[in-house]
């Protein structure tokens, strides 16, 4: 996403890349090793962020002087939009020391209000850019094209500007414009307040399992718990989660509702045909990237369904239910996964990147860009944020010593890589990539650390436990990323022909999806209409249509992998060009041009469920 694409502080404009787990916690030793970020890289004080802020605030209250200055000559053309990308770049560090700072503790009320006023910012921002695409669609394409022709620095820029050509048909006038960029923290409001109940307000409870351990079943707990060995904890945890969940289903239902009727307002008020056609237009997406996906998932269901038929032998449930899904098919001891363990597998995981992918990777471990523990008030799951140009990439963990947390690890790590190398060879203005193209660049150091733990297995029931785990990565990637698109979709053209959405009616839309992924219907695995309230507890539904591209993500990296892992170099090398390409073009043209993948193809989709269906045989040939 450019850096004028868009107006709304949000997970894009950040340049932050969540892995959608909830941070798992677990006893830790003080002997544990745990690293906390070097904010100082980005402002050596509060003080200095605080003249920062002053700086770029100044800077944003002088951009609308620049306004009919676009076409007096290529060289005004240039020094607006140079002065323009410093601003948004600046405006950019700011934003993220808070957002950092917060999330390692959102108890705090300096840092909420700071956060507070960097977002605030962002609206500015985006109030006194609001005439650019006007007035470059003003200026007419054949002046625009002359310009870029006779003056070589408008390279830089060149992308942006045909961007703001091709969206002439979605863009409005001037004051138009400026109306909609002030209402920008307005429309985003409803996944602040989300994020205030899920992390900070909502009471959880506690409960007392089977061998008398009293847990809390925060967000954190629900996501350890859920996976207990002993099934009747299973279902206490789930039933007591999701009561909790359900007691406040309306509230949320309010807060989801207005996420969507926000969408549906700015996509209406663009001209799109509806919410989805206006967020794959953003990314240049053709329709068919996610048509065919939701295609070619239910037309595996019965794969599915085949590796649920295949847990519940593992397990030894004849009657699976929804709570049997988180549990490892076979208990081992891995050993324990502390940082420097996890910092040494992936680096011999990912070698078949190669050399410049390695020295970027060990260089990046090297410095202190992590936090990586668990601690009170910190910011659930895990993320990459790259979006500071000038400085590095900073990686939110909540590491918990055990291979999940290495996997997690893995996986962000692959954003970070992706934004060295994007910055690398990019400059600032086409640095920032899609998350269609990002979530590629994670995901496939999970599938390529699975098949290096699997080789490395020191017995037959490791080995099991750890194809095990590749089984759900595929699961949870690909077919309830899928799902979870299929809802957000329905949510949202329920809203465009009118339909009121309340807590209750989003939990039946939920629940039917839920019945037919898993097979309810058939036998396969029974949903408790109890637990159909879990769409309250996803985050992602905030962040507009980004889930699909977690599902499009593992089937790209399924693609790379089974070519280079059986030796190909010339997939490999495309893959990294792939990488370091960052936003200079279409994430589509991007992997279509560099590596031949088409994901509007149904080809596109076959490696990942080929690797499906051979994890599952090699688990019955060990069985």
């Not at 091709?166 to 209402?183: F, G, K, S, V």
């Not at 996890?342 to 471990?365: D, H, M, Q, V």
């Not at 099991?464 to 595929?474: D, F, H, K």
């Not at 992998?561 to 390409?581: K, M, N």
């Amino acid at each position: 996403m450019n850096w004028l694409t868009g107006n709304r502080v949000s997970l894009w404009l950040t340049g932050c890349y969540l892995l959608f787990v909830a941070v798992q916690v677990t006893a830790q030793s003080e002997e544990t090793v745990r690293y906390e970020w070097d904010l100082t890289e980005i402002y050596p004080t509060v003080e200095a962020w605080s003249e920062a802020m002053d700086t770029v605030a100044a800077r944003i209250e002088r951009l609308p002087q620049l306004q009919g200055t676009l076409g007096n000559s290529a060289a005004d053309m240039l020094a607006a939009f140079r002065e323009i990308s410093e601003t948004n770049k600046e405006a950019v560090r700011v934003y993220v020391y808070t957002s950092l700072e917060r999330d390692a503790d959102q108890r705090q009320p300096e840092t909420q209000e700071r956060f507070g006023l960097a977002r605030q910012l962002f609206t500015n921002l985006g109030e006194a850019t609001s005439w650019i695409s006007p007035e470059v669609l003003a200026i007419g394409e054949e002046r625009v094209n002359a310009f870029l022709a006779s003056e070589p620095g408008l390279a830089d820029f060149e992308f942006l500007i045909r961007d703001m050509l091709r969206q002439a048909p979605h863009t409005l006038d001037q004051q138009t414009e400026a109306i909609l960029a002030q209402a920008g923290l307005v429309l985003s409001s409803a996944e602040q307040i989300y994020e205030n109940y899920a992390n900070a307000d909502i009471p959880w409870p506690t409960v007392t399992l089977s061998e008398g351990q009293e847990v809390t079943l925060t967000q954190a707990g629900y996501s350890l718990w859920r996976a207990a060995p002993n099934r009747d904890d299973r279902k206490l945890v789930f039933d007591t989660f999701w009561e909790t969940w359900n007691q406040y289903a309306d509230g949320m239902g309010a807060t989801l509702a207005s996420e969507v009727q926000a969408n549906v307002f700015t996509s209406r008020v663009r001209n799109h045909d509806g919410v989805l056609a206006h967020n794959l237009f953003d990314d240049g997406l053709p329709p068919e990237v996610y048509t065919q996906l939701v295609t070619q998932v239910n037309e595996a269901l019965p794969v599915f369904h085949r590796y649920l038929r295949l847990r519940g032998r593992m397990l030894g449930v004849e009657d699976l239910r929804y709570y049997d899904i988180y549990p490892s098919l076979i208990e081992v001891n891995t050993g324990v996964f502390d940082l420097d363990r996890s910092k040494e597998i992936t680096f011999e995981a990912l070698k078949p990147f190669g050399e410049r992918y390695l020295e970027l990777l060990e260089y990046g471990l090297s410095q202190d860009w992590m936090h990586s523990h668990p601690q009170p008030g910190k910011r659930s799951g895990a993320y990459m944020n790259g979006s500071i140009y000038d400085v590095h990439p900073y990686v939110l963990l909540n590491h918990n010593d055990d291979y999940s947390s290495l996997s997690t690890f893995a996986h962000e790590w692959g954003h970070a890589v992706h934004s060295l190398l994007a910055n690398e060879n990019n400059p600032y203005e086409n640095a920032g990539y899609s998350t269609f193209i990002a979530e590629m660049a994670s995901t496939i150091n999970e599938i390529l650390l699975e098949e290096y733990m699997i080789a490395n297995a020191r017995s037959d029931e490791e080995r099991l436990y750890y194809l095990g785990g590749a089984l759900e990565s595929i699961r949870g990637t690909f077919f309830r990323q899928t799902m979870f698109a299929e809802f957000e979709l329905a949510i949202h053209e329920a809203a465009e022909n009118g339909e009121p959405l309340t807590g209750p009616r989003l939990t039946q839309i939920y629940g039917d999806l839920l019945k037919r992924y898993h097979g309810h219907d058939e036998g396969v695995l029974t949903i408790d209409d109890a637990y159909a309230v879990e769409w309250a507890y996803i985050p992602h539904f905030y962040y507009d249509f980004y889930v699909f591209q977690y599902a499009t993500s593992i089937s790209g990296a399924a693609w790379f992998a089974e070519q280079f892992l059986a030796g190909d170099t010339e997939v490999r090398d495309a893959f990294i060009r792939v990488l370091s390409a960052g936003g200079s073009d279409y994430p589509h043209n991007i992997l279509l041009n560099e590596a031949g993948l088409d994901m509007t193809q149904a080809e596109a989709f076959g490696p990942v469920l080929r690797r499906m269906n051979n994890l599952m045989d090699r688990i019955e040939a060990l069985l």
